[in-house]
């Protein structure tokens, strides 16, 4: 178990008494004394179907005739059995079976049998788990079940029978009274926000919750204040999550619309920074750039959330609080990653790569980071979310960040949360139409002494980047007791070749055929293979430029990109 430092020690205890407050509240709220502050526990009549923009697969239906149920990244084999009769493969997959997200499929399915199949689950689920306990009834579980049965409330609702009809309602009921007094016990970050979501979205869509709306929208429109910065991205510094919340408010804002009612100023103002970012960190491919959980994702679902946008923004080199820096020069985007982790309850994603980036050239993408694997390949993430899996620097082998073992704080954050770097300083510039990241971060100061400061710029027409990566300590001059090895990684998209290499240069080829030359100078050049986590088909093999050295306490390597004339 990782030692934690004096700070860590007080934020745990803050994190430990602010749960235990908000879950005696939730417990007292909840209680039958109190209960009716939260309406009828019969939803009787909805007033809206929220639309719903995830992307459907009717393939699911087929598997589903097969005896075969894929949720999460994992198959379970139900053959005649109920899949709520089976013992789930993980707890992710429980998790998606008991949020009902996948009802989108068996509607799109377009099949009477797949309707009557829905209808048959979701009853057999209200009678089963009319309990309110264990994991079916964990806040963000509720919260996306909740906006299922609404969302599809047509196919199950609709010429169902009277006995049916009266069990999904009355459940529907149960579950928003229920979350209505236990959201607070939901996770911080991004189940918390959802629990909000679900609460504000069924108090629009179910009758009679007219003055229990007041009350959520206020918590709601604080808790996004919380969770989405200024310039549009999330506290968490995942861009995944971006897209997730887009895709809960856009059916949320309608829903306002449609009852008449004004949408919160809050939300408006998030929507419209988030869009921005969204638009901000998406590389030339269309895919959002691979920083700090951000991996396997669909591009159909970046392409829904951004077509309602009404403007397309134009990213600048700016960064802001997400502190995520563009550059982008003719065809050539370049996005880096600035800033230091999130708070530790929010950083069991994130991500060891200060000062790391991606480029793309038109539609290809150049350099990358590993990614994310998906849930079938967790096996692969403390991997992943290393230094060395990472376009940037790694110094004697470690990470800039230290993956804290502490199972109080992996209850909070999900999965081993990160320390480090404290500071991360970065400036940007343009200068006769190139564009600069002048960046610096201290994840080795304390157990090295010494600095990692890199300056990327990208040429006017985009055709060349030129980068510097220096080892210094804060002042003056250090010598080390011993000298250390240091690797500059440059991961290659899987789908980039590199035809050439000699000490000191590489040919490297685009999926387009187009050539780009690779140029070192104080350090050689090696390549490597790697691993892209972040690939629909599981990890991929993938080349690495490296550039290795050692540096006796103050090291330069100069670098430079270009497309071949």
Known sequence: MSRLSITERVRLAALSADRSRRAAVAQALGSPLLRWRY??????????????????????????????????????????????????????????????????????????????????????WSIRHADGSGLPWEPAVASRRLISWMSHADMLLDGTDEKSYDALTESLGRQLVRLSARWRDAPHGYPRLLALTALVLADLCIAGHDRQLSAAERAFSEEISKQILADGGHVSRNPAILVEIMLDLLPLKQCFATRGRPVPPVLVA??????????????????????????????????????????????TAESGPSRYARCERGQTVLV??????????????AHAGALSFEVSVGTQLLFVNGGAPGLPDLDW?????????????????KSSSLLLRHAALEEFAGAPPIRGPDAVSAALAKDQGTLTIDAVHDGYLKRYGLLHARKLTVSADGLRIDG?????????????????PFAIHFHLHPDVRCTSAEPHSATIVLANDAVWTFTVSGSPLSVEESIFFADSVGPRQSLQLVLRGTTPGETEVQWRVQAAS
């Open 336 to 349: 880096a990653d600035v800033g230091p982790p999130p708070a530790l309850e929010l950083s069991g994603e």
């Open 381 to 397: 993430r403390a991997a992943s979310r290393s230094t060395a899996s990472h376009s940037t620097l790694v110094l004697d082998e």
């Open 270 to 315: 998030a929507m419209s920074q988030m869009l921005k970012m969204l638009r901000y960190i998406r590389m030339g491919d269309g895919r959002l750039a691979r920083f700090n959980g951000m991996g396997v994702a669909s591009p159909a679902a970046l392409a829904t959330v951004l077509a309602y946008d009404d403007v397309e923004a134009h990213a």
């Open 468 to 484: 510097l990566d220096r080892l210094h300590p804060p002042k003056g001059a250090l010598r080390l007791k011993r000298d250390l």
């Open 39 to 124: 309406g009828s526990a019969v939803a009787e009549q909805l007033l809206i179907v929220p639309q719903e923009l995830r992307t459907s697969d009717p393939s699911l239906w087929h598997e589903f005739e097969l005896g075969q149920f894929g949720l999460a990244g994992s198959i379970a084999h139900i053959d005649d059995l109920s899949p709520f009769e089976i013992a789930p493969p993980n707890d992710a997959w429980a998790r998606a079976l008991h949020g009902f997200s996948w009802l989108r499929h068996l509607d799109a399915a377009n099949s009477d049998a797949a309707r009557d199949m829905a209808r048959h689950l979701a009853v057999e």
